[in-house]
């Protein structure tokens, strides 16, 4: 999968991609990943990317006409059909159904801006959609564009150890994971749930999924709206919620 990133800060991307899944990806050419850098289309002595915005305002604005030569740019090495998406607090949320999607694509080309925004005729004339990673505001798209890689990254076949790894994490099924333990099988006091000892891999899945579900209608309420689940699953569910409405309140808990 060819993937091209569109960035003021090439070193930043490359500093990444030497560790972790990612590393691993490009060491068994699953991924192939190159940098595009705005200022190598300028044409002034200064190389000037940015400028005041029109109507005032705080911040600084990137240029259109360096930002879309470097976008055109990096489409022409991605396959036909590669989508062009900008990392904005403007997008569509990023999820985990999304980055699957974005695993299947031949190609990607990552649009990370800077300063106050770019200008808004670059996303209309270069960029198929923005998408947002979270409801908060970064310096930059570089980590944006890094967080996407690495999500689509991991779900190609051959960039994880265990393929289940990526079915099971969380939001595959629309729940968040249940807890996980290795050794030592008693620690500070706490021993491993005795059902993951026993070797009853049937009683085993029965207690992941229950985890599972506490765990999301615990921390993620809304999540199960739109969650995919069997009929053992919305089952077990309702027995979750019916011991959870029916057990005591902690004596510190707030009223």
């Not at 991307?13 to 192939?32: H, K, N, Q, S, T």
């Not at 403007?90 to 159904?97: M, V």
């Not at 200008?119 to 209309?124: A, M």
């Not at 000892?197 to 999540?223: C, F, K, M, N, V």
Request: charged letters at 25%.
């Amino acid at each position: 999968m060819q993937i091209e990133i569109v960035t003021l800060f090439p070193p930043l991307i490359e500093g990444a991609l030497r560790y972790g899944i990612l590393g691993r990806a490009l060491e068994r050419g699953l991924i192939r990943v190159g940098t595009e850098d705005p200022r190598a289309h300028t044409q002034d002595v200064h190389r000037s990317v940015d400028d005041r915005p029109y109507g005032g305002g705080p911040g600084m604005v990137m240029r259109p006409e360096p930002l879309l030569q470097a976008i055109r740019a990096a489409q022409r090495r991605v396959p036909a059909g590669s989508p062009t998406l900008c990392l904005s607090a403007q997008g569509q949320p990023f999820t985990q159904a999304r980055a699957f999607e974005l695993a299947a694509a031949p190609g990607l080309v990552l649009v990370a801006g800077r300063y106050e925004g770019i200008d808004e005729r670059v996303i209309e004339l270069g960029v198929d959609q923005e998408l947002s990673v979270g409801d908060y505001v970064l310096s930059g798209g570089e980590l944006p564009a890094l967080t996407v890689l690495d999500a689509v990254t991991r779900l190609l076949p051959g960039a994880l150890g265990d393929e289940r790894s990526s079915t099971e994490d969380s939001f595959v099924q629309g729940l968040l994971e249940g807890p996980h333990y290795t050794r030592p099988e008693l620690w500070q006091g706490r021993a491993v749930p005795a059902v993951l000892l026993s070797g009853d891999h049937a009683q085993i899945r029965r207690w992941r999924l229950r985890a599972a579900l506490e765990r999301t209608l615990r921390r993620r309420p809304e999540l199960l709206a739109r969650a995919r689940l069997s009929a053992e699953g919305a089952r077990i569910l309702a027995e979750v919620r019916a011991a959870q409405a029916g057990a005591p309140r902690d004596e510190g808990e707030a009223t």
